[in-house]
């Protein structure tokens, strides 16, 4: 007898499917690999994911399972009623879903509020025996243990590196801006033996990808014992390459950032966020101090660890002086590539609490909650000057020019001491790393960022 079939879909596009963006990203989200990591058999799987292609409507799915964040629940609303007219059943998961229930249910034939993995196999078997509830509340899961791997095998091709997974859960930091504050969780880890099963779960994926991996963690080093016990164990995987996410001041631990080595992490993901020090203290990110930027980039580069970093627009202390001076601070600091965003007043954050309290959000449509729109007023800066210091800090820092000089510095200040034709392995590796972030950031500024500028002052 066939069985029946699920579509998982990861939804991405926040501004409807008309003019649909397609990021250039080389890994995917873990949301939906993990979600069918955790679908018992007795069902099909299909994975989607919209940041890559299209929904197609006329699916032979039975059931949809939909993940989304904030900026896309207006998106996920109006899919979710194309596919109920086309008698499909559907289920809303996700951060959002699971932050604000009330506002997701009405649209829904059934909402997962909480962590999957405590009761996603039961909807899966309510699913298929037509008994769904409208609402599955999961408790949390407080030790993490016996989570299957992510199925990489359903993760479209065009990602360069589907290999991803997670070892914590969660951050001890508790910056005014992040989402993780709007329902504060205890920071977790899971057993090291179980995220070694999630890296070495590849049998289906073509050799070369199962030797990239990334680890999609808030913050990798909110135990550094447990990091340093698991990098410990990843290195024994000889993988080509590891990407991770951690805090800045982490880099400050010597043995880390061996171990880090000995890993062969590749590239490291840190919330530098700001450059004035008074604009980190604004939002409470009081771990970061602008001041040691400079040596801590400089003492990954050396190991071969490119620099992947946040920049945030429109925090409070920001200046119109502050920004004219940005691209210098940047060349100064020299992070490899950088992710730019404008500041988001995510509802439920402390953030969004005090530029409410202060009436200056203006925009409540979430579509523009995803960090390329301004929904407030800044304090100390105009509107235009966010817009101009966001397009000009993007041209100038990703012209082909500047992405060259980079990878320049990089590999003129990479160790070779641990081996030439190892170190030159990893040089390769990086290299590449580099330049698909670089075109990936590029691609992004020049068709999401710069298009919604022109449309915005069309009007």
């Known amino acids: 007898?066939?069985?029946?079939?699920?579509?998982?879909?990861?939804?991405?596009?926040?501004?409807?499917?008309?003019?649909?963006?397609?990021?250039?990203?080389?890994?995917?989200?873990?949301?939906?690999?993990?979600?069918?990591?955790?679908?018992?058999?007795?069902?099909?799987?299909?994975?989607?994911h919209e940041m890559n292609r299209p929904i197609n409507y006329d699916t032979d799915a039975d059931?949809?399972?939909?993940?989304?964040?904030?900026?896309?629940?207006?998106?996920?609303?109006?899919?979710?009623?194309?596919?109920?007219?086309?008698?499909?059943?559907?289920?809303?998961?996700?951060?959002?879903?699971?932050?604000?229930?009330?506002?997701?249910?009405?649209?829904?034939?059934?909402?997962?509020?909480?962590?999957?993995?405590?009761?996603?196999?039961?909807?899966?078997?309510?699913?298929?025996?037509?008994?769904?509830?409208?609402?599955?509340?999961?408790?949390?899961?407080?030790?993490?243990?016996?989570?299957?791997?992510?199925r990489y095998d359903l993760v479209e091709k065009e990602f360069m590196t589907p290999v991803v997974t997670e070892a914590t859960r969660g951050c001890p930091y508790r910056c005014w801006f992040c989402q993780l504050n709007v329902q504060p969780a205890p920071y977790r880890f899971r057993p090291i033996a179980d995220v070694i099963n999630d890296l070495t779960a590849t049998d289906r994926l073509p050799f070369y990808k199962r030797k990239i991996a990334m680890l999609l963690d808030n913050n990798l080093v909110g135990d550094m014992d447990y990091a340093k016990a698991l990098l410990n164990e990843i290195a024994k995987l000889k993988l080509w390459g590891l990407g991770v996410q951690f805090s800045i001041e982490c880099i400050k631990d010597d043995e880390f950032v061996d171990l880090l080595e000995k890993a062969n992490?590749?590239?490291?993901?840190?919330?530098?966020e700001s450059l004035n020090q008074e604009s980190?203290?604004?939002?409470?990110?009081?771990?970061?101090?602008?001041?040691?930027?400079?040596?801590?980039?400089?003492?990954?580069?050396?190991?071969?660890?490119?620099?992947?970093?946040?920049?945030?627009?429109?925090?409070?202390?920001?200046?119109?002086?502050?920004?004219?001076?940005?691209?210098?601070?940047?060349?100064?600091?020299?992070?490899?590539?950088i992710l730019t965003s404008i500041s988001i007043p995510i509802p439920g954050t402390p953030f969004h609490k005090k530029m409410n309290?202060?009436?200056?959000?203006y925009d409540h449509n979430l579509r523009h909650y995803e960090g390329d729109h301004l929904v407030f007023s800044p304090r100390d800066v105009t509107e235009d000057e966010v817009f101009e210091a966001f397009i000009a800090i993007n041209k100038h820092f990703y012209s082909w020019k500047n992405i060259f000089r980079r990878w320049t510095r990089f590999v003129s200040t990479m160790s070779l001491k641990n081996g030439f034709f190892r170190q030159l392995f990893r040089m390769l590796i990086a290299s590449v790393v580099l330049f698909k972030l670089s075109i990936f950031q590029k691609h992004h500024a020049h068709q999401k960022v710069y298009n919604n500028l022109m449309l915005k002052k069309a009007s």
């Not at 003019?19 to 989607?48: C, F, H, K, M, R």
């Open 1 to 48: 007898m066939k069985k029946p079939k699920l579509l998982i879909i990861v939804l991405f596009q926040n501004l409807g499917e008309e003019n649909p963006y397609y990021a250039q990203s080389p890994a995917p989200p873990l949301s939906g690999a993990l979600v069918a990591g955790l679908t018992p058999p007795i069902v099909d799987i299909e994975l989607l």
């Open 63 to 150: 059931f949809i399972a939909l993940s989304f964040m904030d900026y896309c629940a207006p998106h996920a609303f109006d899919v979710s009623k194309k596919f109920r007219e086309l008698g499909k059943i559907v289920v809303a998961g996700g951060r959002y879903a699971s932050t604000f229930p009330e506002e997701v249910i009405p649209y829904f034939d059934s909402v997962v509020v909480g962590e999957a993995e405590g009761i996603w196999p039961q909807v899966v078997k309510d699913l298929v025996s037509g008994s769904i509830q409208k609402v599955y509340k999961a408790p949390l899961n407080k030790t993490l243990e016996n989570i299957p791997p992510p």
């Open 265 to 272: 992490v590749c590239m490291a993901f840190i919330g530098m």
């Open 280 to 337: 980190l203290e604004s939002v409470r990110k009081n771990q970061n101090r602008v001041e040691e930027y400079r040596e801590l980039f400089l003492k990954l580069k050396r190991k071969g660890i490119l620099t992947f970093t946040g920049v945030m627009f429109a925090l409070d202390e920001d200046t119109p002086q502050y920004y004219k001076a940005l691209p210098g601070l940047l060349e100064e600091v020299d992070p490899s590539a």
């Open 357 to 361: 309290k202060e009436g200056r959000i």
